[in-house]
C-alpha cells in the first residue's frame, strides 16, 4: 500500500451470533485480532463456544483507478453488557455495518437497539446486511420493517462467502466516499 491511501474506520456491529468475526475474518488481508472468550451463558453456549468481549480488528486495501484506501475494520461485541465498548468503538468511526442473521428473528429487536445507538453516535453513512439471506427475498422487507431501518438500505448476504463479504463491505466504503463528495448546502443567512 502506498503512503497516499486514505484510510476508513468502519465499524461492524450487529447482535450475538450474526456472524461480526467471521465476516471480518473473510475480508481481512491481516490476521484479525479478536477478542473472544468462551461463551458463559448456558444459551450462548448451545449456540457457540466463543463470544467477542472487546472487539475484532481486521484491514482491507481496496484500490480501484488510482484509489487506494485501507479499510479498518472493528468488530463490535453482540451483547448489551458490552454496550461500553459500541461507544468506544463508534468514534471517528466513518461509517457503520449492522449485522443481522436473518434467520434468527429473536435478535432483531436486540438489533433495532444497536441501530438506534450507532445512528446517536453520529450522522455517519451505514448498511444493514442480513446474513444467510438471499437477493429478492421477503426477509428483506420484513427486517428493515422490524428495525424500522427508515431507508436504511438492507443487503442480503452470507458471511461465510468471500465475495459476498466483500461485497457489503465495498457497498460500505461507497456510501462513505459518496458522503465525502457531497456537496455541502450554503450556510443559511
Known sequence: MSDDAVS??????????????TLISAVSEVPVVATEVNASSAEESARKSATTV??????????????????????TPG??????????????????????DSTDRASWPTARLQLEHFRAAGPVPHLVAANRAVDGSPVLKELAAAL???????????????????????????EVL???LAPTPPPIP
Open 54 to 75: 472487546s472487539m475484532d480488528f481486521g484491514m482491507r486495501t481496496v484500490a480501484e483507478d488510482g484509489f487506494e484506501a485501507k479499510l479498518l475494520v472493528y468488530g
Open 8 to 21: 476508513f474506520k468502519l465499524v461492524v456491529t450487529g447482535p450475538f451470533g450474526a456472524g461480526k468475526t
Open 148 to 174: 424500522g431501518s427508515n431507508g436504511t438500505r438492507v443487503l442480503a448476504c452470507d458471511v461465510t462467502d468471500l465475495e459476498s463479504a466483500k461485497s457489503v463491505v465495498v457497498e460500505l466504503l461507497c
Open 79 to 100: 451483547q448489551e453488557r458490552f454496550s461500553f465498548m459500541w461507544d468506544v468503538l463508534a468514534r471517528g468511526m466513518d461509517g457503520f455495518l449492522l449485522l443481522v
Open 178 to 180: 459518496e458522503a465525502l
